[in-house]
């Protein structure tokens, strides 16, 4: 039976707010680090935490209102100059913030939290009464041999409490397991938080005033765990943590109004078209009655495209709620790794589509721990090299045309290409022939590869060869491509670039065999025309110069697994991620902005949806990225079949 019973709306509105309210507190606490004679910033939190503990009072959650309260208490003492803040201070604080934000993770479930950890609480006690301990030296901590169980462990725990979060003994089950799994180390904590870390940097979000919730049945959160050290509480989560799926939307009233309004008007539009139907049916074809309806269906269409629009609108959100995540996440693992770094955040204000937010997320928490983690260098390092001893990560969005532009910037010490060339070719993801082909703007794309790491040793930060891939993977899946650039010493610059929308994609049709297909326009740089006299074979492979540059001719018919039924007359100049090329196809229908809906229980080779052209027939949107995947392994395996062939 549910702990909060009667209470289920007032729970909802309580944790939405709150965890917007946490989120915004732990940002001004980064802030306050910076700033700690700012007295107006710390009022600002002292009323943020103030607000949360009154309504987990109301909610008769004691164990949330005891640790608010304690927190609150070091909060006066700071405002007043009873304490002076340091960064052992701030751990404790940002512990407890973490440990409330765990908290509503159990009232998610619609049970009452446990009380906080009595090491963290004794902790604050302390600092509240001037017993701190003296501070120790932040450091790097290996992951052991039992350290690493206890993370698999953990990581069973994830996947397996989603499997069984939906039956009726789910938290049963997933106690179980974990008393299983971790019962040889019970007492202990791994360096990894488990389970209820998940919650950690994701409630954040940057709302205009007058707002509308629109909710979805919530999905199950993963029982409260302990915290560790300070430095563990506070240290940021793993990507897959920070990957929780949202259920909620907010919308400004206003644009909801534009939709009624345009709704409305549509309605009336029907209405005329109606009784213009009725008036044609009975015979009535006289010039007058033909023109009204020219003007109705124009009227509609105008109707239409601006509905199209508004209803997009509601799906925008402003990027500065996922941004808001990543400052604490910078802190905490700058922190950890004893480094000086301060994450500026610029383009809050940048509108992009909710579900694209979502997948963003493991992507940029990636790209900003691996700046701190591999791209800024130690403050020994820094000075040594006559830098400033406080590194800058930035992290800006800006709208470019139909695309928004998310950049991520550090100072730090570049990267090699020659040096990512050769840990490719030692860890065997490329052979040494294909290293030397390459050049530095190409080299600098091995670190996407799975498996690719600089480091030899692995550590809860990085090590695994596994996050870089995750970034590539998730930006195609949203049609985006990511880009470098990076000079040695002066530090390295992520591009992102994605559509502003999924839901409307815009494309280019073109014809192959008499069959249309759809192109993304993203990738589309121009369209060439292609006489056989400018193709030459280069290593097998058809080419074409165009302005100096070589680009290989890949057939549509070829890549989808057809037969060619005449000689390709016209060339789409295509940029992917890693390199450009040209389709050859048939003909061209035009450019148009189509809505992609997914074919039910099959998924072709190279084919992402699907969608109705203008005279009702199918068109078929390509995913140019996986046909290009699959034709390199095809001809890889063709490369070796032959290659034993010879052998044998």
């Not at 913030?97 to 902790?123: E, H, N, W, Y």
């Not at 069984?164 to 799994?181: G, I």
């Not at 550590?459 to 195609?476: E, H, L, P, W, Y």
Request: proline share 4%; aromatic share 4%; charged share 25%.
């Amino acid at each position: 039976m549910s702990d909060f019973a009667g209470m289920e709306d007032l729970l909802q509105d309580f944790l939405t707010e709150s965890s917007e309210l946490l989120s915004e507190v732990d940002n001004k606490l980064v802030e306050l680090e910076k700033r700690p004679d700012d007295r107006a910033l710390l009022n600002d939190i002292f009323r943020g935490f103030h607000t949360i503990k009154g309504g987990a009072g109301f909610l008769n959650v004691d164990a949330m209102v005891s640790l608010c309260h304690r927190t609150e208490n070091l909060f006066d003492k700071l405002r007043n100059g009873e304490l002076q803040l340091t960064p052992e201070i701030m751990d404790e604080i940002l512990a407890a913030t973490g440990v409330v934000r765990d908290m509503f993770g159990s009232m998610a479930q619609s049970r009452l939290p446990a009380p906080a950890d009595p090491a963290l609480i004794k902790a604050l006690d302390d600092v509240l009464e001037g017993n701190q301990s003296a501070p120790q030296e932040t450091a790097i901590v290996e992951l052991s041999a039992k350290a690493q169980e206890k993370q698999q462990a953990v990581t069973i725990i994830n996947s397996e409490s989603t499997s069984t979060a939906n039956s009726n003994n789910s938290e049963h089950d997933w106690q179980q397991l974990y008393d299983t799994l971790l019962s040889k180390d019970s007492g202990k904590h791994s360096p990894v938080e488990p389970a209820t870390a998940i919650v950690a940097y994701t409630d954040s979000e940057v709302m205009p005033t007058q707002v509308v919730t629109i909710a979805d049945p919530m999905q199950s959160l993963k029982p409260a765990s302990a915290p560790a050290s300070p430095q563990q509480r506070a240290a940021p989560a793993s990507s897959q943590q920070l990957a929780t799926q949202e259920t909620t939307i907010r919308i400004d009233t206003v644009r909801l109004d534009q939709v009624l309004n345009l709704s409305g008007e549509i309605g009336l539009t029907k209405n005329r078209l109606t009784t213009l139907r009725t008036d044609i049916m009975s015979g009535k074809m006289d010039g007058i009655t033909l023109k009204a309806l020219d003007e109705a269906i124009g009227q509609l269409d105008l109707l239409v495209g601006d509905l199209q629009n508004a209803v997009m609108k509601t799906r925008m959100q402003p990027i500065g709620r996922l941004f808001q995540k990543y400052p604490r996440l910078a802190r905490d693992l700058a922190r950890q790794m004893g480094k000086d770094v301060e994450l500026i955040i610029s383009g809050e204000e940048t509108e992009l589509d909710k579900t694209m937010l979502e997948d963003l997320n493991d992507p940029l928490v990636h790209l900003v721990r691996n700046a701190v983690d591999h791209g800024i260098e130690t403050t020994e390092e820094r000075i040594a090299a006559g830098k400033p001893a406080k590194a800058i990560v930035e992290l800006t969005a800006t709208q470019v045309g139909d695309h928004i532009r998310i950049e991520i910037t550090d100072d730090g010490r570049g990267m090699r290409p020659d040096v990512i060339r050769k840990k490719a070719v030692e860890k065997g993801l490329i052979d040494i022939e294909t290293a030397n082909s390459l050049d530095d703007k190409q080299s600098l794309q091995l670190i996407f590869l799975p498996g690719f790491s600089t480091k030899d040793q692995i550590s809860s930060v990085s090590g695994r060869g596994v996050g870089m891939d995750v970034v590539k993977t998730n930006i195609q899946k949203l049609n985006g491509r990511v880009d470098i650039q990076s000079v040695v010493g002066d530090g390295s610059r992520f591009t992102i670039s994605l559509p502003l929308t999924l839901a409307i994609l815009p494309v280019l049709v073109v014809k192959v065999c008499d069959q249309p297909f759809a192109v993304p326009l993203a990738m589309v740089r121009e369209i060439i025309t292609i006489r056989q006299d400018q193709v030459q074979e280069v290593s097998g492979r058809a080419t074409i110069v165009v302005r100096d540059e070589i680009l290989s001719v890949r057939s549509l018919a070829n890549l989808i697994g057809w037969q060619e039924v005449q000689v390709p007359q016209f060339g789409v100049l295509m940029q992917s991620a890693e390199h450009s090329f040209i389709l050859a196809v048939d003909s061209f229908i035009g450019r148009d902005d189509v809505v992609i809906k997914p074919l039910q229980h099959i998924r072709p080779k190279g084919i992402a949806g699907a969608t109705l052209s203008g005279d009702g027939s199918i068109v078929l949107v390509l995913d140019m990225e996986d046909l290009l995947v699959s034709a390199n392994a095809e001809n890889s395996a063709i490369k070796t079949s032959r290659f034993a062939s010879e052998i044998l």
